[in-house]
């Protein structure tokens, strides 16, 4: 079945840095569109990147747009999220997502920003 394990979250001062991962399995990870979803406190899940089966493309939700980066792996079945300049409104539940025939989620991890 469809798995998906993130790890790398944690606790940051403002202006650091964090590296996501996701491992997935279960499906062919080149045909997936991957993305990483988060959801603070008292707010609704929002998109905060998103790169296409082939990696070609890669998009970003407007206020993580040059702190940012989405890459994978096809040979590891890893997807990245490069996290630089981090502020406080970054603080959230990190959500792996794999789009292949349906809508697959991780169990997610937490990312803290505070001094």
């Known amino acids: 079945q469809v798995q998906l394990v993130e790890s790398g979250g944690g606790l940051v001062q403002p202006g650091g840095s964090l590296r996501l991962s996701c491992v997935a399995s279960?499906?062919?990870?080149?045909?997936?569109?991957m993305s990483w979803y988060r959801q603070a406190p008292g707010k609704e899940r929002e998109l905060v990147a998103r790169i296409t089966e082939t990696g070609g493309r890669t998009g970003y939700a407007d206020s993580v747009k040059g702190r940012f980066t989405i890459s994978s792996d096809n040979a590891k079945n890893t997807v990245y999220l490069q996290m630089n300049s981090l502020k406080p409104e970054d603080t959230a539940v990190y959500y792996c997502?794999?789009?292949?025939?349906?809508?697959?989620w991780g169990q997610g991890t937490q990312v803290t920003v505070s001094s």
């Open positions: 279960g499906f062919t990870f080149s045909r997936a569109v």
């Open positions: 997502n794999a789009l292949i025939l349906g809508f697959y």
